[in-house]
């Protein structure tokens, strides 16, 4: 039998008491359909046999949720997504009724077990955070460390890239879940994460007992990656003081036109002001991030690198012409006022837009928007997300300056 840490020899797992499973699946939320998919706990004599996608459940009763055959399938992605969960891999949960219909432990473990998949979005840092770094914190952050990871659509450049925040969550080298031969077993588990809505986390009985907030996220993430910075520069505080501002750059679509214009008019105002495109480099721009005072960018991925500012930091988001309120909203204006930080948005109008360059003024895209959104993802992404902006400076001017002000306690 082999042993490593976060494990414990035993000839026999049968000596801890059987539990049953319990999964929450009541996780419909109107406002974010794909938010909330299904969670199982288990408890008991756990046998974990990833060559077989298997979990098995010494559980004499029967009880507990399972079908006709005395299975549960779960595909544990933190994102309800009927597009993606065909590429997920199906992990079962079979329930039998003695010790020795399982198969044998080689490896046991005094830790509970999260199985969960890095599958779909990944690799967009938005969906790193929301379909599996935040759920991963939300299902793990209690358990301090003593809890072995278990990850299928197993990517080694994923998880190398997330190293700082996987061991701050957990003492115990990831355990590859697709190519792993060992039968591990354990006396709790949990297959699939634990949920909210993206970058908004609220109080729940079961998804979410211990009231985590996004100041808790936050907090974890500055200690992971050894951020120093937990307020911003208050102005006035020390003379010749310049507050920071960080522009996110995006390379593709919603490029920022006159980015140069709008850095020299921050700088007029009085920021110091840096330019740059958030990269693969996660820690290098986490502490980029976190020497800023204020943040602008336009409507995307590149926003949610506001979980590394300073509480109390500004956050000045650019929304593209479209009906994007919602989106602008609950996709980070709602979570900057979550994590503590000053919010402040600039809403592009039609003369704003490189759509005028591309659509007459009587098409969809400027006559109903709305429409659009109706119409679902890809109407959206082959329209409004392709565009570009070009900030009217007198218009934008006062928003520079509230963000300025903002800064002033």
């Not at 000839?11 to 499973?21: F, R």
């Not at 599996?132 to 197993?154: R, S």
């Not at 000053?342 to 098409?363: A, F, G």
């Amino acid at each position: 039998e082999k042993e490593t840490q976060g494990e414990r020899k035993s000839n026999s797992s049968s000596n801890v008491a059987a539990g049953p499973m319990s999964c929450d699946e009541n996780g419909v939320d109107e406002g974010f359909p794909y938010a909330r998919p299904a969670v199982c706990e288990l408890s008991g004599d756990i046998r974990v046999s990833p060559s077989q996608k298997t979990m098995y459940l010494v559980n004499p009763s029967g009880g507990g949720g399972f079908d006709e055959k005395g299975e549960k399938r779960l595909r544990p992605y933190a994102r309800n997504d009927d597009f993606l969960l065909p590429a997920v891999v199906e992990v079962t949960v079979k329930s039998v009724s003695s010790p020795e219909a399982a198969p044998q432990c080689t490896r046991q473990h005094r830790v509970p077990a999260v199985v969960f998949s890095v599958a779909g979005y990944t690799d967009n840092f938005f969906h790193d955070n929301t379909d599996a770094l935040i759920p991963l914190f939300l299902t793990t952050a209690h358990l301090k460390g003593e809890v072995q990871l278990l990850i299928t659509n197993y990517k080694p450049w994923w998880v190398q890239k997330y190293t700082p925040l996987l061991r701050k969550l957990s003492n115990y080298d990831v355990i590859n879940f697709d190519a792993d031969a060992d039968v591990h077993c354990f006396p709790r588990g949990y297959l699939g994460l634990y949920r909210d809505r993206d970058l908004i986390i609220t109080p729940h009985p079961t998804r979410n007992p211990r009231n985590y907030t996004m100041v808790d996220y936050t907090r974890f993430l500055r200690a992971a990656y050894g951020l120093r910075r937990d307020q911003p520069a208050v102005l006035g505080a020390e003379p010749g003081m310049q507050p920071r501002m960080l522009i996110i750059s995006r390379a593709g679509t919603r490029k920022l036109l006159n980015q140069d214009e709008v850095a020299a008019a921050a700088s007029e105002l009085g920021f110091n002001v840096t330019v740059a495109e958030a990269g693969d480099d996660v820690p290098a721009f986490a502490a980029l991030v976190n020497s800023a005072d204020v943040l602008l960018a336009v409507h995307g991925a590149g926003l949610t690198n506001q979980i590394f500012l300073p509480t109390n930091g500004v956050v000045l988001q650019i929304v593209p012409w479209g009906n994007m309120d919602w989106m602008a909203t609950n996709f980070y204006g709602q979570p900057a006022r979550d994590m503590q930080l000053r919010y402040v948005e600039y809403y592009i109008d039609e003369e704003e837009t490189s759509l005028k360059d591309k659509y007459p003024k009587d098409h969809v895209v400027f006559k109903d928007p709305k429409a659009l959104h109706k119409q679902g993802w890809q109407a959206l992404a082959d329209t409004i997300m392709k565009q570009d902006v070009k900030v009217n400076m007198t218009r934008f001017q006062p928003f520079l300056l509230q963000a300025m002000d903002e800064l002033q306690e």
